[in-house]
């Protein structure tokens, strides 16, 4: 493992993957834990706003790849969508809508751009291999 690469990148760049690291680990507790508490309504707001940050720097990038560009471009754009349609379905008390799209944000806006940026020639590939 080589950090170099991530404490040479551009601030956007590490506070998008700072805010996305931490996005996985709120996000998985998130899941995990029980629903309907007060702790997982704060967690939850305190993760769309994590999600968010993700979302807005991932516009301003600086380093783009035409390989992934569509499918991480594709991603962002779903966020900024789902985030307040999965608010918007909890407010009208459709728990099974927003337990969907908060889980397809989570694999697709996460997990799936992680899958992404591993792709040889992308900064976390460059730190892991």
């Not at 995990?32 to 993700?54: D, E, N, P």
């Not at 790849?65 to 459709?94: D, E």
Request: proline share 4%; aromatic share 12%; charged share 10%.
């Amino acid at each position: 493992m080589n950090i170099e690469p991530l404490l040479n990148a551009p601030m956007i760049l590490k506070v998008h993957i700072a805010t996305a690291v931490v996005a996985v680990i709120v996000g998985a507790t998130q899941l995990i834990s029980k629903k309907g508490t007060k702790f997982h309504f704060y967690r939850g707001w305190f993760w769309v706003v994590l999600m968010t940050i993700v979302a807005i720097t991932a516009v301003f990038l600086p380093e783009r790849h035409q390989s992934t560009y569509i499918l991480t471009t594709t991603l962002t754009v779903w966020l900024v969508i789902g985030l307040p349609l999965g608010i918007w379905a909890i407010k009208r008390g459709n728990i099974m809508l927003h337990r969907a799209f908060m889980l397809g944000l989570y694999a697709g806006g996460l997990i799936i751009a992680l899958a992404f940026t591993l792709t040889p020639g992308r900064l976390l590939y460059k730190i892991f291999f």
